[in-house]
């Protein structure tokens, strides 16, 4: 899947200026230009494995139940200076059961394992915290695996509680309802760039002296940090989406300190990819997505009724659309909060029915699904507009972008006219990064020569929206050694623990044994989504929340 936006836009960039952070191209750990930092790595590495994690009762902020414990790890702001200032990142941890099975009359054996270390999460964003995700050790996709590992979470700096980071009001970040036009008007267009400005220049004022220190190669020497502090030699971790493209430069940067990782759902690691030129690719690709869930839509029309083609089932939408946009359901769900909910099913499958159905009960008079699905929670406000500060830092930190806003306006018109479902809303997502004030880096050409690295694990499912199919194919090729586990004509984003046996399969005999397949292996799709008759969503109820358990676990933010 290839983007038709014109990739020429970067050659227009307007003056930026380069970080001392730069990095230019080379293989393996010899990254020129970053001599103090790796230094400082190493002396932040001895003093947090001299320290350890004290892990206790998770503090009543993190609202997480025993048997998850928790802690902090001490990171520098600045590598470069590892004796300055410092901050703490937030870490959770459910220690390695031993035991597979279950004890007592039920007549399962009881499996001993030894334990093999932390294995450490990040489910991506930039700006996901995977505190809560320990708590996969109690889901049967995991036990396995958390037999023989401890199960570590950890919020990266600027999440969470981990030095957070903030842009603006969390009040005025959610405020609703909101907008969505597909094509933009000139008026539309000014609004949002005056509203990017504003947003840029508020992370500026906030973070001030910290905020050029929120990058993807400080949260892969973060990393390295977190794995001295509790103990491993090694490092096992599995990143997913964003957490694919740190991860790989922890690799490339401490290629001698990988045990085993797991990349699911890659970014395209292209430097000349990172970042502006993944969102247009990402853009086209939801497009596609979309389409599938219109098609399969299409083909439960007896129980949706909202038009047996994509097409009809494309108009049934632009009703409902029209609808909030002229009265918002319960005050606060226009056609930003609609698209946001949409949005949710190009990511997973399992969001289809219920979607569909909140379609098609307000299109027959009951507005309440719909409602209930997108209609913003306050209590979330601070949340998530803490993970769009990060997402925001980071990105428009890590390299550069285009600062002329007529080389937005001609790229994401001209991908809108073939790929309207996101293209703008992605663009104003990032549009703060052509007014940001801190140094961009150049982005890490990433490489791994031959016998650097132990094998490593690439997942991907061929028709993933957020982190189309060919990252994962670019990944395999600048890391040695890696093999790739594609599930095949599936497109949920982060499939390691989902549906799919196959896959959880390979990961397993990955993690437990170090088996990978020789280069690359195939899946066959999960099961399609199966149609759900209204009268009959009680009875989904559990295996709903036992889905939305998954994604809570595996959010994948925005990348």
Sequence with gaps: MRAVAKYGALATLGSLVLSTLSVAPAGGADFAGTSSEERGTVVAAKRAAAAGIKFRTCPKAEMLPAPLVCGTVEVPLDYAKPDGERIRLTVSRVKA????????????????????????????????????????????????????????GYAPRGVGRSA???????????????????????????????????????????????LRHYTSLNNARDLDVLRAALGEKKLSFMGASYGTYFGALYASLFPSHVRRMVFDSAVNPDPEQIWYRNNLDQSLAFEQRWADFRAWVAK????????????????????????????????????????????????????????????????????????????????????????NAVYTAVECNDAPWPTDWKVWDRDNTELASHAPFETWD?????????????????????????????RTLILAAERDAATPYPGALELQRRLSGAALVTERDAGTHGIAGGPNTCVNDHVEAYLLAGKTPAYRAECKPHAEPDPVSRAADETRAEDETRSELRRRLNPGAQL
């Excluded at 334990?115 to 964003?125: D, F, H, S």
């Design 97 to 152: 059961s031993g035991k597979t099975g279950a004890a007592g009359g039920d007549g399962k054996a009881v499996e001993t394992v030894a334990r093999q270390g932390a294995l450490v999460y990040n489910p991506g964003g930039p700006g996901a915290s995977s505190m809560a995700f320990p708590l996969a050790a109690g889901l049967p996709e995991w036990k396995r695996i958390a037999a023989a590992y401890d199960i570590v």
């Design 164 to 210: 957070p980071l903030s842009c603006q009001n969390a009040a005025d970040f959610a405020k609703a309802p909101t907008l969505a036009p597909t094509h933009p008007s000139e008026s539309y267009k000014k609004e949002r760039i005056s509203r990017a400005k504003a947003y840029a220049q508020g992370c500026a004022r906030n973070a001030g002296h910290t």
């Design 300 to 387: 439960h029309d007896a129980t949706y009724r909202l038009g047996d083609t994509p097409d009809e089932v494309q108009r049934s939408y632009e009703r409902v659309r029209a609808a909030v946009a002229l009265k918002p359901a319960d005050g606060k769900v226009g056609p930003g909060e609609l698209h946001a909910a949409m949005l949710g099913a190009g990511y997973y499958d399992d969001y289809w029915a219920v979607r569909a159905s909140a379609l098609s009960e307000f299109l027959e008079g009951n507005p309440k699904p719909l409602v209930d699905q997108a209609k913003p929670q306050p209590s979330a406000a601070v949340d998530n507009e803490n993970g």
């Design 426 to 454: 992605n663009a104003w997502m990032n549009l703060p990064c052509a007014f940001w004030s801190a140094p961009r880096q150049r982005a890490v050409d990433i490489r791994t020569a031959p016998g650097e690295l132990p």
